[in-house]
């Protein structure tokens, strides 16, 4: 699959004109507040590079993400597979970010949809996770608004993250694909 549409954005595979624009929004510290530090530029190339691996051996991945008849790129929204040590893992995320002058339009919420759908259809998933810090309130609105659940039992601490470490308190959000509602 090439790319996903929605009614304002398409989602579709990277190309290297995004790894700048890419590396700008990974820089921002505002942007990259609820994650352990900002990227420098071979990191965040790295990160697109671990991406489209992704997509080439899973058939799934985080698109990256352009406005319709506007700006070439945005961010990405899309699905990641994670099996770090948790009670939930092996799993499929579905996750965001977005630069932060597209933040408040309701493109996160859109794209999570789309890339919900497409994990749940062509894919063919199971369940989808999200998840993030408690502090993190514009993603957990977010995973609400998509119809993803909270029990508070099943927040974590992230195991890649040290003892004592601002950010190792996660909550976890759900969606099976029998309570989804396209």
């Given at each position: 699959?090439?790319?996903?549409?929605?009614?304002r954005l398409?989602l579709?595979?990277w190309?290297?004109?995004?790894?700048?624009?890419?590396?700008?929004?990974?820089?921002?510290?505002?942007v990259?507040e609820?994650?352990?530090?900002?990227?420098?530029?071979?990191?965040s190339d790295?990160?697109?590079?671990?991406?489209?691996?992704e997509?080439?051996?899973?058939g799934h991945?985080?698109?990256a993400?352009?406005?319709?008849?506007?700006?070439?790129?945005?961010?990405?929204v899309?699905?990641?597979?994670?099996?770090?040590p948790?009670h939930?893992?092996?799993?499929?995320?579905?996750?965001?970010?977005l630069?932060?002058?597209?933040?408040?339009?309701?493109?996160a919420?859109?794209?999570?949809?789309?890339a919900?759908?497409?994990?749940?259809?062509r894919?063919?998933?199971?369940?989808?996770?999200?998840?993030?810090?408690?502090?993190?309130v514009?993603?957990?609105?977010?995973?609400d608004?998509?119809?993803?659940?909270?029990?508070?039992?099943?927040?974590?601490?992230?195991?890649?993250?040290?003892?004592?470490?601002?950010?190792?308190?996660?909550?976890?959000?759900?969606?099976?694909?029998t309570?989804?509602r396209?």
């Amino acid at each position: 699959m090439v790319a996903l549409h929605t009614a304002r954005l398409v989602l579709r595979r990277w190309r290297r004109s995004d790894r700048e624009p890419f590396a700008h929004l990974n820089a921002d510290p505002e942007v990259m507040e609820h994650f352990p530090s900002t990227l420098n530029r071979e990191q965040s190339d790295a990160f697109v590079e671990t991406i489209e691996t992704e997509f080439e051996q899973r058939g799934h991945g985080v698109w990256a993400v352009e406005v319709q008849g506007g700006k070439d790129f945005i961010g990405y929204v899309g699905l990641h597979y994670h099996d770090f040590p948790a009670h939930f893992t092996p799993a499929v995320e579905v996750g965001w970010r977005l630069d932060r002058n597209h933040w408040g339009r309701g493109y996160a919420t859109e794209g999570a949809r789309a890339a919900i759908a497409d994990g749940f259809t062509r894919v063919g998933l199971d369940e989808l996770v999200s998840f993030t810090v408690p502090a993190n309130v514009r993603s957990t609105r977010v995973m609400d608004k998509v119809g993803m659940t909270h029990d508070p039992g099943d927040d974590f601490d992230h195991p890649r993250l040290p003892e004592g470490d601002r950010l190792r308190r996660h909550v976890l959000y759900r969606l099976r694909r029998t309570n989804w509602r396209p």
